[in-house]
């Protein structure tokens, strides 16, 4: 498998120090004596913010590996950030813009509660960038309208290489689609995915072996309907290229209304299990996440996705053998995509694990405790995620440092697909499902 070129622009280090000496923001008010953050802005991509701590003069310079924001580049927009109409003033080069406000953050009636302090603008050439990383700025600047006032900003800013698998499916998870991998303009199928929506095929394929490991099956309920308001059963199969099953997403607690509502609730998810083949024992399977599911609340909700990996064994994460990879919310009505990135606060310049488990061919013997993922962070993996009742052909892009074998890729694909079938599955249950993820009976 061929990688496709990213960049991604990294935002660290940051730190503010004030003497007590300078004049106070407002109403005799030290700037000490308030919160701070930033707004960091690259072109073309959306505002991110970050807290800005407070430190003392004599204190020394923070780690620029703890990152605060990180913009992240395809080929083709690091093209477009590069062109002469995103150059700033006195550059020819793109900036990147980092504005200091004392206060806190958001708004009153229209007004702005944070009080500018400062801007610091770094130009950004990433030519050359997804060969090598290249430093733009590290260490300590003045900032605000006055060199009197003594403000200093400590920051990073950096640029590396981010290789990355691209994916797409070529249809609807529910219309069983081929799986493509993406490199430039060239599309090569690479996996199919099966979707089932009864219990009896879900049976067959996950095979009585699995049933017996650590009673996780055992959610599946009676074979029998027992509330027309609830989904369940749905199972995706993820197979390479020669027909052999390389992972799976089964839908192991059913998306219920909670009571009173149509709404499937927080305090009471519904739930998948992300799977992988067990090498050691024909037709049996290992639980590798759990994937739980809402709607969030308010008028325009959402889709609430939270993964956690699990221990060796299949113990359930409740029980202290889960790991939180990530948790999000998607808008139910732009939509979005769902990401696992563990690099905020983390080194992102330190070298991390091939693979977020035991790779599926190794033997599979690992614990929390020596696994090196989550200590070091980085991106993982993104997935789009369309609008409710909207076509979704997820495309997913896959950090190349996490992906040793096909294996590897086809979990992070079924996970994929178990988040794009929650959007439907954690619809109002005042809507009507479309057809293809109905229970299919017989």
Partial sequence: MDPCSFVKVLVGGLALRIPVSSKPTRAGIHPSASPCFCEIRLPHFPLQTAVVPLISPRSSDPDVYNISASFHLEESEVKKLSSSSFACLGSSKPCLEISV???????????ALGKLLGKFRVPVDLVGANEKAIVFHSGWVSIGKSKLDGAQLHL?????????YVFQYDGEVSSSPQIFQIQGSIRQPIFSCKFTSDRSARSRSLHRETSKKKGWMSTFGSEQEQDRRERKGWLVMIHDLSGSPVAAASMVTPFVPSPGSDRVSRSNPGAWLILRPDHRREDSWIPWGRLEAWRERGAVGGLGCKIELMAEG?????????????????????????????????????????????????????????????????????????????????????????????EDAAVFVALSAA???SMDAC????????????????
């Fill in 101 to 111: 406000f004392t206060g806190r953050q958001g708004s009153t009636c229209g007004v």
């Fill in 156 to 164: 990073s800013v950096r640029a590396e290489p981010d290789l990355r």
């Fill in 314 to 406: 299949g113990g359930l994460p409740g029980m202290g053998n889960g790991l939180l990879l990530a948790e999000s919310i998607i808008s139910s009505t732009k939509g979005g995509k769902f990401l696992i990135d563990t690099g905020h606060g983390k080194s992102s310049g330190t070298p991390v694990a091939n693979s977020p488990a035991s790779t599926p061919r190794s033997s599979g013997d690992f614990n929390f405790s020596t696994w090196p993922f989550p200590a070091h962070g980085g991106f993982v993996m993104s997935s789009t995620v369309q609008a409710e009742r909207k076509c979704s052909k997820p495309v997913v892009q896959l950090a190349m440092r996490h992906v040793t074998c096909m």
């Fill in 419 to 421: 988040v794009d079938l």
């Fill in 427 to 442: 619809q109002l249950f005042t809507r009507k499902l479309k057809k293809a993820l109905c229970h299919q009976d017989g």
